[in-house]
């Protein structure tokens, strides 16, 4: 690895912010848990750019055990996106992507970043850059269980319709992608993360979403890579129906709270939606809602 394990635009955001981490967790392998970890999941968040090298964010499912780790710098993923998802048919070799392993029963989670090596019609293999787990922040408790999927076609806009816009008023989670200028270099590439909050935190006003950005990590690997590309891909899930909206624009960061913010927030991040693709009960998996983690329950609601 580099000495920092961060890109200038993470840099730039954790000075902007006051400060950052030394970011002594970030690898480049996996430790052996968290190989382990991403075989018992029985969904994976990813991320990876259009043919405009836009991210998209998405979500894959199967049976645990879907995801294995052959060595310590190997994922291998038996499953692809599937016709409708906006990821469909862009995973192949060289393509640059982020994942992101989430145990809604525990809170725990763990990243990786890197670049899929091979892909056929079964699924893909990822050549692992980046790796480091994450705290249990703001993640609210779910007890997954296999759903039903619909045959509905996925809706297009290029705004939020109003079936979106009520989904994404009623989350309390959704995950962001998003890439630094340059993917191909050791501390750069694709990420996706997540981000809860209480119900409606994602904020709909005249089309743009208002994001209050809660105390994380310090790594600012998402607000990094926004600095240095401001596309950025979005997605949020109905946990009871199965439902996914794909959102995808063009983020602003204002660095200085705002008066009306929710509680907690230390910044505001806005998304200029460009296109958002709704898939009605696309998911395979629902989620019963358990409870708020306790820092979710320390932030506000919007004034």
Not at 75 to 86: C, E, H, K, T
Not at 92 to 121: H, K
Not at 173 to 181: D, L, Q, Y
Not at 268 to 285: F, H, Q, Y
Request: net charge negative.
């Amino acid at each position: 690895m580099n000495a920092s394990p961060f890109h200038p635009g993470e840099l730039m955001a954790q000075a902007l912010a006051g400060g950052g981490s030394g970011g002594a967790a970030i690898r480049d392998f996996m430790p052996d848990q968290h190989r382990q970890f991403f075989a018992l999941l029985p969904a994976l968040f990813a991320c990876l750019p259009d043919t405009d090298g836009h991210p998209i964010a998405t979500v894959l499912t199967g049976a645990p055990g879907f995801v294995t780790s052959p060595d310590e710098r190997t994922l291998r993923v038996a499953a692809m996106p599937s016709p409708g998802d906006p990821a469909h048919g862009l995973l192949r070799p060289g393509t640059p992507v982020g994942l992101l392993g989430l145990e809604f029963e525990t809170r725990r989670r763990n990243r990786a970043n890197g670049t899929v090596t091979d892909a056929d019609g079964d699924g893909f293999t990822v050549a692992v850059r980046q790796s480091f787990g994450n705290c249990a922040k703001y993640i609210q408790t779910r007890r997954l269980s296999p759903g039903p999927t619909a045959t509905a076609d996925a809706v297009s806009t290029t705004g939020l319709d109003p079936a979106a816009a009520a989904l994404i008023g009623e989350a309390d989670t959704f995950f962001v992608a998003s890439r630094s200028a340059l993917p191909d270099r050791d501390a750069g590439g694709l990420d996706i993360s997540h981000r809860g909050g209480r119900p409606g935190f994602a904020r709909i006003t005249d089309g743009r979403l208002e994001i209050p950005d809660f105390r994380g990590n310090r790594y600012f690997d998402t607000l990094g890579n926004l600095l240095e590309d401001p596309r950025a891909g979005l997605l949020f899930l109905d946990f009871e129906n199965g439902d996914l909206v794909h959102v995808q624009g063009l983020v602003q960061i204002s660095w200085e709270r705002t008066s009306d913010a929710p509680e907690g927030a230390e910044r505001i991040w806005t998304v200029d939606v460009k296109r958002t693709i709704r898939r009605p009960a696309a998911m395979p998996l629902r989620g019963a809602f358990d409870a708020f983690a306790p820092t979710t329950l320390q932030t506000g609601d919007w004034s």
